[in-house]
Each structure stands twice: as C-alpha cells, then as structure tokens.
T-cell receptor, first 115, second 111 residues
C-alpha cells in the first residue's frame, strides 16, 4: 500500500538555525498538510497546500515557517531561525482531495529537537 | 472554530473486553476522523465517517451528526490495540482541511 514518507526521522538542530523537513506524499494525492505535536500535547494543524499554494494556515504558521513543493514528489516544511519551542514531532499528511470522504494519510513524523 | 472533546483520557482494559471511546464536537461537520497513534508516535487513519456506522475488523465507528457525537468501539480487545486513539474534526465544518484534534484516549489492554 502506498505511504507517506518523511525524512529525517529525527533532527537535532541548534537554536537559530534553519531546518528543512521533507515529505514525499502519496503520488496521486493532491492535498498536503503539515501538523505538529509538542511532547505531551495534542496534534495541531499548521498548513494545508493545494495546487502549489497554501490553501489554509493556522496562527502557529507565522513568517518563520514556509512550505514548498520543489518538484513533483517532495513537499517540504522550512523553519527559519528555530526556537526552543519549535521542538516537536512534525507530521506530514496527504489526501486525494478535500471534498469527498477520502482520509488523510500520515507519515511517521520527524522528531525535531532544538538545543 | 470547532472544539473537540474526547473521553476518557485514559483507559485500561483486560484482554477481551469491549472498549468504547467517545468524541464530541461543537461545530457541525460532514465527516469526522478517527486516528490511532502508536507508542512510537506514528499516526494511522482508522476511519473517516459522515453518517451511521463503519466497521473494519474489530473496530467499529459510529457518528450522530445531529448530536455532534461519535464513538469508537473495539470488540474483543487485544494488547496490540494499546495505543492513543484520537478523533479529529474540521475546524470550520466540511470534511477536510484544517483538522482540530482531540487530546486523545490512551488505551492500555492488559493480557
């Protein structure tokens, strides 16, 4: 069964550095999402992406964050000038569309640790 | 904006028991998601349902759109069912997009 893959599985970065989290969504999916989960807290929506542009974003997704689909397969989340509070598990998800009852498929996540 | 509440927060069961996890939400939606988060952190979509009932193996999900309530049932529970079960609803109605997640129900099934 096709799956969403995320790399790396764990990223350790110094505060203030930039990180890029990578995701390869399922190939025929059209909608892509990033979520984060701070340790011990619930999963939170960051951003959704369709047709090469952001379709929706949360208050968390400020100017520090950006997303990109640089080629036909990768979907990336960039965090500029990381802060300690960016430490979290980041999940990528994709879905076939956003209208019919097609579930979102999640990757295994990238654990980001900011030192 | 939707608010999603789950109960219970923690649940311990003996192998073989019937499990029920409840979810309520505040804004009308067209579909609700049930997800399973493994101890390692990975998330798997279990169900996306808009009405009635769906069944997959020993898992059954029901939803009452009018009452804004859904339940996830596990029949003949097994230790491998131990995980966190999360319901999620679209933030502003509809079926996809910005999902609001519940805090999750941590299920532990003892042999």
């Amino acid at each position: 069964e096709p799956e969403v893959t995320q790399t790396p599985s764990h990223q350790v970065t110094q505060m203030g550095q930039e990180v890029i989290l990578r995701c390869v969504p399922i190939s025929n999916h059209l909608y892509f999402y990033w979520y984060r989960q701070i340790l011990g807290q619930k999963v939170e929506f960051l951003v959704s992406f369709y047709n090469n542009e952001i379709s929706e974003k949360s208050e968390i997704f400020d100017d520090q964050f950006s997303v990109e689909r640089p080629d036909g397969s990768n979907f990336t989340l960039k965090i500029r000038s990381t802060k300690l509070e960016d430490s979290a598990m980041y999940f990528c998800a994709s879905s076939l569309d956003a209208i019919s009852n097609q579930p979102q498929h999640f990757g295994d996540g990238t654990r980001l640790s900011i030192l | 904006k939707n608010e999603v509440e789950q109960s219970p927060q923690n649940l311990t069961a003996q192998e073989g028991e019937f499990i029920t996890i409840n979810c309520s939400y505040s804004v009308g939606i067209s579909a609700l998601h049930w997800l399973q988060q493994h101890p390692g952190g990975g998330i798997v979509s279990l169900f996306m349902l808009s009405s009635g009932k769906k069944k997959h193996g020993r898992l059954i999900a029901t939803i009452n759109i009018q009452e804004k309530h859904s339940s996830l049932h596990i029949t003949a529970s097994h230790p491998r069912d131990s995980a966190v079960y999360i319901c999620a609803a679209p933030a502003s109605g509809g079926s996809q997009g910005n999902l609001i997640f519940g805090k999750g129900t941590k299920l532990s099934v003892k042999p």
